[in-house]
């Protein structure tokens, strides 16, 4: 197919994201939700989520990685949805990142690698 073709949305990633299965938890005042991550990358991720997500808002999130529980600050970039795979969510890049989180990714990140 030609890259030309205007359904076809031009890859706008510097970092690539690596497939993960692993459930994030959103709190506010009166409730808990669980999110479900499905891929990871140091500047952003993909969050599984029927109803969509207002472009622009911000979410945090706790992520568990390796037994340490790291707070997330993201702004929706994109809302998705595949009616044949019936995959829906938001696209999410990171904001206001700590070092620590953001070292405590990028070795979780390597860690993938070596085991792919």
Same mark, same amino acid.
């Given at each position: 197919? %030609?890259?030309? =073709?205007?359904?076809?949305?031009?890859?706008?990633?510097?970092? %690539?994201?690596? *497939?993960?299965?692993?459930?994030? +938890?959103?709190? *506010? !005042?009166?409730?808990?939700?669980?999110?479900?991550?499905? =891929?990871?990358? &140091?500047?952003?991720?993909?969050?599984?989520?029927?109803? #969509?997500? #207002?472009?622009?808002?911000? &979410? !945090?999130? @706790?992520?568990?990685? !390796?037994?340490?529980?790291?707070?997330?600050?993201?702004?929706? &970039? =994109?809302?998705? @949805?595949?009616? &044949?795979?019936?995959? %829906?969510?938001?696209? +999410?890049?990171?904001?206001?990142?700590?070092?620590?989180?953001?070292?405590?990714?990028?070795?979780?990140?390597?860690?993938?690698?070596?085991?792919?």
């Amino acid at each position: 197919m %030609s890259r030309k =073709n205007p359904r076809f949305k031009r890859e706008r990633r510097k970092n %690539s994201r690596s *497939d993960i299965q692993i459930w994030a +938890v959103e709190k *506010d !005042d009166n409730s808990t939700s669980f999110h479900l991550l499905t =891929n990871l990358s &140091i500047t952003g991720f993909f969050i599984e989520k029927k109803l #969509p997500l #207002p472009v622009g808002s911000i &979410i !945090d999130l @706790e992520l568990e990685l !390796d037994g340490e529980k790291l707070p997330l600050r993201g702004k929706i &970039i =994109n809302n998705y @949805e595949n009616p &044949i795979a019936k995959h %829906s969510g938001a696209g +999410v890049h990171f904001v206001d990142m700590d070092k620590r989180v953001k070292t405590k990714i990028e070795k979780y990140l390597k860690g993938l690698e070596k085991t792919n």
